[in-house]
């Protein structure tokens, strides 16, 4: 089984749906992260949690918002979800001794109609 | 604040090419830096990094040293295989902790 597991793997959805992306991971890591990929943008990021009680925004948090459920769960919600927001999302999780290393899910990909 | 340019692809190159993936930063104080590879379907794993001014990361036949004075972090392989066939991505890793990537270059080596 894959460390960082993330669900749904592929999602189709309509403009106005809320959408959440889950992510659980067994590292026993503290550090969470969303990324969002796009063709040609690279990789940015969306929010990031240090701990359960430290949560972040990113580069690119407008329309987004997480919630740190426990050490091992971060969950991404679109709640009101717009065609641009069609990507690959992909959850990491880092300790402080990596030195910056991430460990990355298999990516949700999300389609908005 | 932080940067990371890479080399735009997608670049495509027989088996047994050498390798050059060029990657300039931006950043202050004395960020690390890295290669990530993303093969087809999969989420991003490092390949490389190196911490300091002249460090060199290797991994699988992959080199990359890191320059500070060209603030440089260029991938290098001797001799590409189909298998090396993904997208790599440059970052750079600052103090806390959180990473910047380039956009990605896709590499394509055929038979």
């Known amino acids: 089984d894959a460390d960082v597991t993330q669900t749904p793997r592929n999602r189709i959805t309509k403009t106005g749906k809320r959408i959440m992306l889950e992510c659980s991971q067994t590292?026993?890591?503290?550090?969470m992260y969303w990324y969002r990929q796009d063709p040609g943008l690279g990789l940015r990021l969306i929010y990031y949690s240090f701990d359960v009680k430290d949560i972040n925004k990113g580069e690119i948090s407008d329309g987004y918002s997480v919630s740190r459920q426990a050490q091992a769960k971060f969950s991404l919600s679109l709640e009101s979800a717009i065609p641009n927001q069609t990507a690959l999302y992909f959850c990491?999780?880092?300790?402080?001794?990596?030195?910056?290393?991430?460990?990355f899910g298999e990516g949700s990909r999300l389609t908005v109609l | 604040g932080d940067s990371v340019t890479q080399m735009e692809g997608p670049v495509t190159l027989s088996e047994e090419a050498f390798l050059t993936i060029n990657c300039t930063y931006t950043?202050?104080?004395?960020?690390?830096l890295f290669w990530y590879v993303q093969y087809p379907g999969e989420g991003l794993q490092l390949l490389l990094k190196?911490?300091?001014?002249?460090d060199k990361g290797s991994n699988k036949g992959f080199e990359a040293t890191y320059r500070k004075e060209t603030t440089s972090f260029h991938l290098e392989k001797g001799s590409v295989q189909v298998s090396d066939s993904a997208v790599y991505f440059c970052?750079?890793?600052?103090?806390?902790?959180?990473?910047?990537f380039g956009k990605g270059t896709l590499l394509t080596v055929n038979p």
């Open positions: 990491a999780t880092s300790t402080p001794g990596s030195t910056g290393e991430l460990f």
């Open positions: 190196a911490t300091k001014a002249d």
């Open positions: 590292k026993g890591h503290d550090r």
């Open positions: 970052a750079l890793g600052g103090s806390n902790y959180k990473l910047t």
């Open positions: 950043a202050t104080g004395y960020p690390s």
